[in-house]
């Protein structure tokens, strides 16, 4: 991304020594310029976006209150009784209930508080440069990290998913994905607001240089 400074008019492209602070330094003047505004709309305060070296980065956390909770409850009723029964399966030597039986609910313990500690700490980091597009979650291992090379991409978009959910009614999310040139649509990311969902796509369309065009199933309102 390049910056025209201010004082001398030289435009340059920031260098990591070049920041300080989310404040750019002109490396001719030394005159002090605060970036412009990466996003097109604000993000949820689940999201930052950001200038790192050459890269643009937007990273989200996973944490949300209400499902911390739910999850917390869930796993303090589901943990406790899995291992109790398996324990009870044991030593009871035999019958209906053996340990074959009750491993699958043992199985759902771990996954349910691997689930939970990834609410709590786990976030989302989607990077764009010239090259590529890196997508990777940590500190938890969750999916295998996803590298989109930037010349086998044909287009960003965002399609709308409807879920009913008996319990909490319909959900609406915005998922961003990439068009690759083969025709393999890959997500990216899911939003709960499309603002967000277009302003992310229109960063990255910038950053790669990308003429947005409307895609089939593509959401515009």
């Known amino acids: 991304m390049e910056f025209r400074c201010r004082e001398c008019h030289y435009c340059f ?44 980065v937007v990273t989200k956390r996973w944490f949300n209150w209400l499902s911390v909770i739910l999850s917390g409850i869930f796993n303090l009723i589901w943990v406790p009784g899995s ?12 019958g209906c209930v053996t340990p074959l039986t009750v491993l699958p609910f043992v199985l759902t313990s771990f996954f349910l508080v691997y689930h939970f500690f990834a609410l709590l700490f786990n976030i989302t980091e989607t990077r764009v440069n010239n090259d590529s597009i890196v997508i990777r979650c940590y500190p938890l291992p969750c999916f295998r990290t996803r590298v989109i090379a930037a010349d086998d991409i044909e287009q960003i978009y965002c399609e709308q998913k409807i879920d009913n959910d008996p ?7 915005y998922e961003l994905k990439a ?4 025709g393999m649509k890959i997500f990216i990311d899911s939003f709960a607001e499309l603002a967000e ?7 990255i369309e910038k950053r790669l240089g990308i003429k947005d065009r ?8």
């Open 214 to 221: 409307e895609v089939d199933g593509e959401c515009l309102c």
């Open 167 to 173: 319990e909490s009614g319909r959900n609406i999310r």
């Open 197 to 203: 969902a277009r302003a992310m796509e229109i960063f």
């Open 179 to 182: 068009v690759l040139n083969s």
């Open 13 to 56: 492209t920031p260098r990591a020594e070049d920041f300080s602070d989310d404040i750019i330094k002109c490396p001719r003047c030394a005159d002090k310029l605060k970036p412009p505004k990466l996003m097109e709309v604000e993000l949820s305060s689940a999201y930052k976006a950001g200038i790192q070296g050459q890269d643009l």
């Open 83 to 94: 291992i109790l029964a398996f324990i009870g399966s044991i030593s009871s030597g035999g």
